[in-house]
């Protein structure tokens, strides 16, 4: 999945549900190969579990950049959760689900996916 | 329970307390590290039934103020003829109508309504030497007063400390990140404030029970219970010394029963009603996993009603076994249901708290 957008690009982390979720997204300079020198643009974290939205509004150069999406889930009221990733707008990444699916109390989950940014 | 099995209950007893320095010896273990998030489950007290104790199966004056869960399972008296079972649902901590964090943390009235369950229990007494059926639901809710004493509430920023926060580490696009090291980070975050609330087992309370039900002599017809209301509260001395916030509580219940039948009528053609107010007082003082315990209610004389059929006044203890398992025990005076003086009456039951079955 690619997103066009113009800087400054505004990140939005949505969540529903009884579960905890703690998110963060990567911005990384998009090249065929990574290695462990390689850092990240900017790290936005979303760790207001009880906030049903955070944004954070970041500049960034034209280019190609890749994000990685990133989340823990871990139950808490309930197990219930849904949330989205927003970049200038457009849904990038979304997820739903319970991740009570044992009948322990507080099950957990990780998800992660990448996307590509076109920064004009 | 009358007075004739005292023996045998204290024989339980006893062996239950010997199982102490078990405990006392796991706590004194260097701290494990958490693998299994299931540790951090706060279990500061017996689950509890409210059908049972607000329509009579429990004899114990005070309606308790506990930690919710999505489904409370009981059994009492196992062996005895005042067999009962019971069972609770919560339905905001469960899948059926889940609540949302962010609503649940929108305030007091919020947090009621997510801790809000409903119960059932059912049990058999003999009552003026006639066996009796019981059947009671109710309704249930209850939240601390302070958000910061919510175990739920504990992803937020509070006076255990500073919001816990996961970290992934770096993760470059395409690889396939190993999170257990980030989560087991969290989680630790998350145990040692739940850990920190935990401690504090006297949380000042709110709760609001309203139940009815039925009761039927063997052979017999089936009369309503009436209904009953009621009130608890529990303050933990906050703001005051030391000994007193961290080790002592005062449990508070107000209760309103209307056309609720007579006991010793039961058994005859006409079943007389009546009504009547209940306030009950308990202190506590002990650990979140043994404490000793006086109450006093004020049950009247005369005619008694199956609310009635309390501790006026009694001495224990509530041990806690293992996680989620607790076992209480009463001594002390109740009305007689002839309603002719008191008798010497005790309490011993065990409670089991399943962590979640959805």
Redesign the interface.
Known sequence: MTISASSPVTFAFNRNGGADIQAEVQVWIKKDVFNSNDRPVVRLPFHEATQPTESKQINLSSGTYVCVALCLVREALNGVFDFRFDVAGTPAYAKNGDVNTTPNPNDLQNFKSDFDLNIA | MRATRIPAILALAVSASLLTPAFAEESSTPKKTIT???E??TDSAAGHVSAASLLGISPSSVTAVENT??FVAAVKGLGTPGNSVGFSVTP????IV?????T??KGFLYRLL?NTGFSYAQGTAKISGTDMERRAVAVEANATFFPDDDP??V??QNKAGP?C????G??????S?D?SE??KK??DC?DGKVKKIEKKWNISRFSLSYGTGDIKPEGGTSNRLGSTVAMGIVYGFDGFMDALSNGAAAAFTLRRTTNEPILVSLTTASVERKSSNLAALRISGGSSTFRGLAEVSNASAGEVAVSQRIFRYAAGFDYRISEGMWMGFRIGKQRKTSGGGEEVASLLDFSFS?????
């Open positions: 299994d998030i299931n951090l489950l869960r999505g905001g901590r469960t899948s889940p609540m949302s964090l962010s649940y943390d997510g739920i509430l992803v937020k919001a926060q996961w970290d992934p770096l993760v470059p696009p395409g690889s990140p999170f980030a989560n969290y989680l998350i399943p962590k979640s079955l959805q």
